[in-house]
Each structure stands twice: as structure tokens, then as C-alpha cells.
């Protein structure tokens, strides 16, 4: 157990949807990591939040946004989805800001979403 | 963001060593060197990492090359439990993107 909870675990939704994916971080931890993990495309960064504030961006969509809360547990939105959102949606946390040099990120079990 | 190169697959077995190459041949100097695995199911877990000299934990022991133009992993004693997609990413200081590669699958036999 990673420490890092994401709900919910598994989602099925048609095209043109949105949803929500949430995530709360180990304790202590301030920085939020969302990756997109497809059977075609593998891992890929999305973005991180460091203590509520945007630090890193990949390759998210416009159609996806994300924030992190004061509380520091952070949602992904995903809207207008289409057939090619399906895909694993993975949660980490890390305690600092520079990932770099500490190394260690903590992943949740991540979320499943099907897009019919 | 610099690339890295590892083999699709790699076979071992139980209680053999296991050396996981990863070629990285455009790293600049601020970047570092992190290994993640994946095992069925899961999402990522880190293994190590380093920047220019060789490290050591308990789950395996990082080789980084003079020039860090490449780096192996190694697995002292595989076990079953190390089967896994093994990554090799590089993140650059200060920006702290992980950018997963396609990794090594990794297939331990009895």
C-alpha cells in the first residue's frame, strides 16, 4: 500500500461525458503527479501540483484540467470524452517539490476508465 | 526531454543476477537517472536512482557509466516477485517531469 488513494477504481461513461477523478496523496506529501497509462501509448505525464500550485505540464489536453485543493488532494477532469480517453489513470504523490533529487514518487492503484 | 533505450524484454532466472541495461546517450548534466517497475496490475513503484555515482538499496544497486551515457540496474537475486515492466526514466533538475519510456519486461522462471 502505497499510502496514495484514488477513486474511484473503476469508471464506465459514454462519449461526450465528463468526469471526475480524485486523488488524495500520502500524508505530509505536497506534490500531485496525474498519468495517463494506454495499451498504445504507455506512462505518459500529464501534469504535477506542488501545494496547490500548477509546477510541471505534459501532454494534457485541453479537454482535461486538474487542480489541487487546500488540503492538498487534487482531481483530474476529463470532459467531452472520447473513445480514445479509455485508459488507466494513475495518481502520485512526492513530499517535495524537486523529484529529481529526492527520487521517490508513490503511485495509487489508479483509476480505470472505459469511454463507450 | 532527453530519450531513453532499453530492451523490449528480458528473461531470467530465480536467483540469478539480472543487469538491465538502459542506453541514455543525449542525458545532459543535470540530468537524473530513476528506475520504476511496474508489476501486473499496479501502478509504478520506484526501485532507485543516481546522478553520477554508482548507488545501492535494498531492493537493487544502480551502475551509472563514466560518461552517464548509459546505466544498468541490477537485481541481485531475481525472485518471482520481480517480474515487472522495468523503466528507465531521466528527470532534469529542477523540472521534475518523470517521462516513462516503453521499459524492459522482465520475466523470471523457476
Known amino acids: 500500500d502505497s499510502g496514495v488513494t484514488q477513486t474511484p477504481k473503476h469508471l464506465i461513461t459514454a462519449t461526450g461525458q465528463r468526469v471526475t477523478l480524485r486523488c488524495s496523496p500520502r500524508s505530509g506529501d505536497l506534490s500531485v503527479y496525474w498519468y495517463q497509462q494506454s495499451l498504445d501509448q504507455g506512462l505518459q505525464f500529464l501534469i504535477q501540483y506542488y501545494n496547490g500550485e500548477e509546477r510541471a505540464k505534459g501532454n494534457i489536453l485541453e479537454r482535461f484540467s486538474a487542480q489541487q485543493f487546500p488540503d492538498l488532494h487534487s482531481e483530474l477532469n476529463l470532459s467531452s470524452l472520447e473513445l480514445g480517453d479509455s485508459a488507466l489513470y494513475f495518481c502520485?504523490?512526492?513530499?517535495?517539490?524537486?523529484?529529481?533529487?529526492?527520487?521517490?514518487?508513490?503511485f495509487g492503484e489508479g483509476s480505470r476508465l472505459t469511454v463507450l | 526531454d532527453a530519450k531513453t533505450t532499453q530492451p523490449n524484454s528480458m528473461e531470467s532466472n530465480e536467483e540469478e543476477p539480472v543487469h538491465l541495461p538502459c542506453n541514455h546517450s543525449t542525458i545532459s548534466g543535470t540530468d537524473y537517472i530513476h528506475w520504476y517497475r511496474q508489476l501486473p496490475s499496479q501502478g509504478p513503484e520506484y526501485v532507485i536512482h543516481?546522478?553520477?555515482s554508482n548507488v545501492n538499496n535494498r531492493m537493487a544497486s544502480l551502475a551509472i557509466a563514466e560518461d552517464r551515457k548509459s546505466s544498468t540496474l541490477i537485481l541481485h537475486r531475481a525472485t518471482l516477485r520481480d517480474a515487472a515492466v522495468y523503466y528507465c526514466i531521466l528527470i532534469e533538475g529542477y523540472t521534475d517531469k518523470l517521462i516513462f519510456g516503453t521499459g524492459t519486461r522482465l520475466q523470471v522462471f523457476p
Open positions: 502520485a504523490s512526492s513530499e517535495s517539490r524537486d523529484t529529481s533529487f529526492t527520487g521517490e514518487l508513490f
Open positions: 543516481g546522478l553520477t
